[in-house]
């Protein structure tokens, strides 16, 4: 992948983005969730873009590496700040990280402009060409895993739970459309709360947790 200047562009600006790399990831986004992915081709992204295929190919070398990198976005943000969590002074307690990071992940899944999340289920995600995704997601996971295992004695296919709960709101997705569900701003909090409650951790602590949290995401 490169990020060099690509050729002059057919026409002005269609998409959002402060260069053409962002457009290129804007227009796949959309047509691999509604028209999907083995549909979409190189010619039909540099169409809805604005630019000539050829310059398509100065940001991504194939159609799997714009599919990685849209992947990506689905990820890298929470995995930083799951990272960030574990930096902070004082530190949280292991409830507290976990629902930060449970609601920082479900809204980051819930408001991107494209239903980029419901793209986990096409089946060219488990090629070796996506590895670096994978190695990623993973990542995220165990920071889930270690922050619920800390925060109640479980076995490990309950430590699981809130990762999958998480995961499972790009299904309140419509069609994978960027319109939202009408009370999508509280569905990340409402499942973070969940994700401690799957583990045990009692209904009187919540409303602190959910107190931290929002304190955390508000910065």
Not at 130 to 145: P, V
Request: with cysteine; charged share 25%; aromatic share 6%.
């Amino acid at each position: 992948m490169t990020t060099t200047r690509g050729r002059p562009r057919l026409r002005t600006q269609r998409r959002p983005g402060i260069s053409a790399r962002d457009e290129i990831l804007d227009a796949a986004g959309e047509l691999f969730t509604t028209r999907g992915y083995a549909s979409t081709s190189t010619r039909t992204i540099a169409e809805a873009v604005g630019v000539r295929q050829a310059s398509l190919y100065h940001y991504f070398g194939t159609k799997d590496e714009i599919l990685c990198a849209l992947l990506h976005q689905t990820v890298t943000p929470s995995l930083r700040f799951a990272e960030r969590l574990t930096e902070l002074d004082p530190a949280p307690t292991p409830p507290q990280q976990l629902h930060a990071l449970a609601a920082f992940d479900g809204t980051q899944l819930l408001t991107g402009r494209w239903n980029l999340g419901a793209l986990y289920l096409l089946p060219e995600l488990r090629q070796a060409r996506l590895a670096s995704f994978w190695a990623d997601r993973e990542r995220l996971r165990r920071h889930y895993l270690r922050f619920s295992r800390a925060a109640a004695t479980v076995d490990d296919d309950t430590a699981d739970l809130p990762f999958r709960l998480v995961e499972a709101l790009v299904n309140m997705r419509a069609g994978g459309s960027s319109e939202q569900p009408t009370d999508g701003s509280a569905l990340p909090e409402r499942v973070a709360d969940a994700c401690l409650r799957v583990l045990g951790v009692p209904d009187h602590t919540l409303a602190a947790i959910r107190a931290h949290t929002r304190g955390l995401l508000a910065h």
